[in-house]
């Protein structure tokens, strides 16, 4: 498979090469990947090196790793302990974030709970897009009610938390 590759000790995504393609464990799916997102983790991790401790493993992190989080594709391989997953079955999702192996690749390897089935309607472009999203927009309509004040609504809770 082919995959980009980046370099903890430069921070640069470097060179697209040739990779073995990911052997998956028992709770895992690999997908192949039909589009995979660029967002802030991947920037700053180009950049200037944040989250490339997450990406790369602090232990090896002058070892070359993949970027990528968010992907959307087809399900190619289901591991032994999966459920509810077929070979064929689109979906969308995020890597691992311990992972070396990101999204940016022919396929990517994630635990099964990691993944959710694209809607029939949407794109894998639309698709890709959504875990993080949709992660940061469910942590706003579900923050905690204890911090409201008197007359606040949830919507102006999350406004006043977002710019405290």
């Known amino acids: 498979m082919r995959a980009a590759r980046a370099c903890a000790e430069t921070r640069r995504v470097a060179v697209v090469a ?9 709770r895992d799916v690999l997908v192949e990947v039909r589009c995979a997102t660029v967002n802030h983790i991947d920037v700053n991790a180009a950049r200037d090196g944040y989250a490339v401790d997450v990406y790369a493993g602090a232990p090896n992190a002058r070892r070359a790793w993949t970027p990528g989080r968010e992907f959307s594709g087809v399900v190619r391989a289901v591991g032994a302990k999966t459920r509810g997953w077929r070979v064929g ?7 691992a974030p311990t992972t070396r192996r990101g999204a940016w690749a022919t396929y990517a390897k994630t635990p099964a709970h990691a993944v959710a089935k694209k809607p029939r309607g949407m794109t894998h472009e639309e698709a890709s897009a959504i875990p993080f999203a949709a992660l940061t927009a469910h942590r706003a309509v579900t923050v ?3 911090h409201l004040r008197a007359h606040e609504t949830r919507g102006n809770l999350v406004c006043r938390l977002l710019l405290e």
């Open 18 to 26: 040739d990779c073995e393609v990911p052997a998956i464990g028992a």
């Open 89 to 95: 079955d689109e979906c969308y999702g995020a890597t």
């Open 144 to 146: 905690s009610y204890t």
